[in-house]
């Protein structure tokens, strides 16, 4: 068994992923990409640690009616990238990695910070970039940037 297949066995084996798919490197930069349930993050970012793996990043997407995590795990020896979505919620809090890859921590914090999504567990959850104004997530679809956000009204005129 070559160690791609070996690895699409232990990704098929969480019982929280809901869709794997063998990616093209060349075209999605990715050896693997999977969806999973929230839940099973923990799960998965111990098996892929076990297996070698870091975590590359953490980051999450807006898509106006719906947020996505995204996890992007990586391997230096015999590479091999993993890329997990799973969906998110404001008012639900995703569980925390950072006991598993403590790389987690200013990730978590970061996406807690810009999009206003919690980690439950999260050793220090608070802001890392902004003030700790309440509401103020601006990479959020719903975020609209006024004076309240950056100081002085600044007029400017289309050349």
Not at 35 to 54: H, T, V, W, Y
Not at 98 to 105: E, L, T
Not at 116 to 136: A, Y
């Amino acid at each position: 068994m070559s160690q791609n297949e070996s690895l699409a066995v232990i990704l098929e084996s969480s019982p929280q992923v809901t869709q794997l798919r063998r990616a093209s490197r060349e075209n999605d930069g990715f050896d693997f990409s999977l969806s999973i349930e929230p839940k099973g993050i923990p799960e998965l970012a111990r098996m892929l640690k076990d297996q070698g793996f870091f975590l590359e990043y953490l980051t999450a997407v807006d898509y106006g009616q719906t947020m996505e995590l995204v996890y992007s795990f990586s391997k230096w020896i015999e590479p091999d990238r993993v890329q997990a979505v799973c969906p998110a919620w404001p008012m639900e809090a995703a569980p925390s990695i950072c006991g598993v890859f403590p790389a987690a921590n200013w990730q978590e914090r970061e996406v807690f910070d810009m999009f206003g999504l919690e980690f439950k567990d999260h050793p220090d959850l608070k802001r890392l970039l902004l003030i700790q104004e309440e509401g103020l997530h601006p990479l959020r679809k719903d975020f609209v940037a006024g004076p309240q956000h950056s100081g002085d009204v600044v007029e400017t005129e289309m050349v």
